[in-house]
């Protein structure tokens, strides 16, 4: 999927405009990785072992969290990995959820782990991220995972921002003393994002050597755009709608979206778009990610990835244990 020369982004000049973006498909991209990977797992159980199992906690009915978790079974069914789904009531208890993953924490036929976030508001959701073994974690939530990250240490990193470094990569984007603008410093998409991007290489967990800039709701739209002008790579996660115009990005950039919000056609239909403005900055960009069909696809590309990895882990330390 790769180039065969690194691309420049923010390297657009008169010589070489172009009218439109380069669409970077994170459809084509994740079913490329899922393809990869379905090779890995078939090959784990050639050599014995049991398949990946992954298991999801919904906790509620919400429609949007239904949605994510179906595509992830479908998706491990896509790739070999046993997965289900363990549907709790949205009155289950804090106690009762937690109680749940204590029972899978200690199941030695389960993997991976996820809850479905966001949970009820009478649940605490740093206890619940918390409450699953770390060795299991293949959200990349639990604490000691997040500080293995901010470490540059070998661990399971949340699979949106895997997902969009997988992207950078595999479209080939040098990021190396880069200028990358980050949107949104959420602990599970934009802090991530940024440990990755700006750190060493030379590490178990090898980062993007890139010049990182987060910005965030209370950042003002001039500062915003200041910074934004700037940078040869933004990666907008914030959900705002529109917030990305083409008057802030540098020609040539590299524009990813990790938005996803729905909004209301003067039709009355239901459209699902992110933070940037698409129609106006792919004039501007040199790639861009769709939404739909950019980000999302490789989020669940990495959480089987993450499955597979723990599988494989787990098995280690039952051999040598």
Known sequence: MAATEPIQPGNQTPENSHTEAQLISGTKIAADYRNELRVDVEQWVKAGHRRPHLVAILVGEDPA?????????????????????????????????????????KNPNVDGILVQLPVPQHVNERNVCNAVDPRKDVDGFHIINVGKMTLNMDTFVPATALGVIELLKRMNVDTKGKNVVICGRSKNVGLPMAMLLHSDHRNELPGMEATVVLCHRHTPPEELAYFAKRADIIIS??????????????????????GINRITTKEGKTKLVGDVDFEGVRKVAGFITPVPGGVGPMTVAMLMHNTYKAAVQLAKQEIYS
Request: aromatic letters at 2%; hydrophobic letters at 45%; glycine letters at 6%.
């Open 65 to 105: 969290s239904q949605k994510y978790v179906h595509n992830k079974m479908l998706a491990a069914k896509d790739v070999g990995i046993d997965s289900e789904t363990l549907k709790l009531p949205a009155t289950a208890s804090e106690k009762e959820i937690l109680a749940k993953i204590d029972e899978l924490n």
């Open 237 to 258: 996660a914030t959900g705002v709608v529109g917030l990305i115009k083409p008057e802030i990005v540098k020609p040539g950039a590299v524009v990813i979206d990790v």
